[in-house]
């Protein structure tokens, strides 16, 4: 049996399809199977948008939030002497956790890049391969990716309007707390509390710089501003309120 893909996922893959991104990458930032998406795209294609509010996922597809309960069982299943840190870290680093790497508490640039050099090695090293060992040693070519990074590279091409086109392309689940809130980068908003306990789709709206609340069937419930998205939070990383 199918169940109907919610219509703001469908219309994030949608902006995604038209900017010319692949079928996995669109499915793994959407949490969607990668044939639910070909079959969604092959409507898009022959119909335009008027076939979005068709769509049907199989039965079996990844839930909006992977649960790290059975993803920490089956590693200490896989890896009976691996204690629970590093049962922790490899989560983290694998995208379970929400704070992969804990930018919050980074209170600079710098900080947040020599954390991230920290688990990039660890997975990079320390990770048992397929075959056997370590990953390192496995693919040495794991060693550097090969494309230094540039701070004046990255001057020239950082783009304020290619990152709200990149926030738009995304349809968050959230599950409305028992007083009708909703959490969005650390910060609580109100949607109803004759709503408490429904999913809500929460996505950006690049034209207005606001946050937009849908249910499943894409009818907007709230609207809220955005003041935390903006070029000079971002570059700073000051998006969440915690410091």
Same mark, same amino acid.
């Given at each position: 049996?199918?169940?109907?893909?919610?219509?703001?996922?469908?219309?994030?893959?949608?902006?995604?399809?038209?900017?010319?991104?692949?079928?996995?990458?669109?499915?793994?930032?959407?949490?969607l199977h990668p044939?639910?998406?070909?079959?969604?795209?092959?409507?898009?294609?022959?119909?335009?948008?008027?076939?979005?509010?068709?769509?049907?996922?199989?039965?079996?597809?990844?839930?909006?939030?992977?649960?790290?309960?059975?993803?920490?069982? /089956?590693?200490?299943?896989?890896?009976?002497?691996?204690?629970?840190?590093?049962?922790?870290?490899?989560?983290?680093?694998?995208?379970?956790?929400?704070?992969?790497?804990?930018?919050?508490?980074?209170?600079?640039?710098?900080?947040?890049?020599? @954390?991230?050099?920290?688990?990039? /090695?660890?997975?990079?090293?320390?990770?048992?391969?397929? $075959?056997?060992?370590?990953?390192?040693? $496995?693919?040495?070519?794991?060693?550097?990716?090969?494309?230094?990074?540039s701070l004046a590279?990255?001057?020239?091409?950082?783009?304020?309007?290619?990152?709200?086109?990149?926030?738009?392309?995304?349809?968050?689940?959230?599950?409305?707390?028992?007083?009708?809130?909703?959490?969005?980068?650390?910060?609580?908003?109100?949607?109803?509390?004759?709503?408490?306990?429904?999913?809500?789709?929460?996505?950006?709206?690049?034209?207005?710089?606001?946050?937009?609340?849908?249910?499943?069937?894409? @009818?907007?419930?709230?609207?809220?501003? $955005?003041?935390?998205?903006?070029? /000079?939070?971002?570059v700073s990383l000051?998006?969440?309120?915690?410091?």
């Amino acid at each position: 049996m199918s169940h109907a893909v919610p219509l703001p996922l469908r219309q994030a893959l949608y902006r995604r399809w038209r900017q010319g991104q692949d079928v996995r990458t669109s499915a793994a930032a959407l949490d969607l199977h990668p044939r639910t998406v070909r079959r969604l795209l092959r409507r898009l294609q022959q119909h335009g948008p008027e076939a979005l509010p068709l769509g049907y996922a199989r039965r079996g597809s990844r839930s909006p939030a992977a649960p790290v309960q059975p993803a920490a069982l /089956q590693l200490r299943r896989q890896h009976p002497t691996w204690g629970a840190p590093l049962i922790r870290v490899f989560l983290r680093s694998q995208g379970v956790g929400q704070n992969w790497a804990e930018p919050p508490p980074c209170a600079s640039a710098a900080e947040l890049q020599q @954390r991230l050099e920290q688990f990039d /090695q660890l997975q990079r090293a320390e990770y048992p391969s397929g $075959a056997g060992g370590r990953r390192l040693a $496995a693919y040495p070519e794991l060693r550097h990716s090969g494309r230094p990074y540039s701070l004046a590279w990255e001057q020239r091409h950082w783009s304020w309007r290619r990152v709200r086109e990149y926030l738009a392309g995304f349809a968050v689940p959230r599950r409305l707390g028992s007083k009708g809130m909703v959490s969005v980068y650390d910060r609580d908003r109100y949607v109803g509390e004759r709503l408490a306990g429904r999913v809500l789709y929460v996505q950006f709206d690049p034209q207005t710089q606001e946050w937009v609340g849908s249910d499943e069937a894409d @009818r907007q419930l709230r609207r809220w501003p $955005a003041p935390e998205i903006c070029c /000079q939070r971002i570059v700073s990383l000051r998006v969440s309120k915690r410091p």
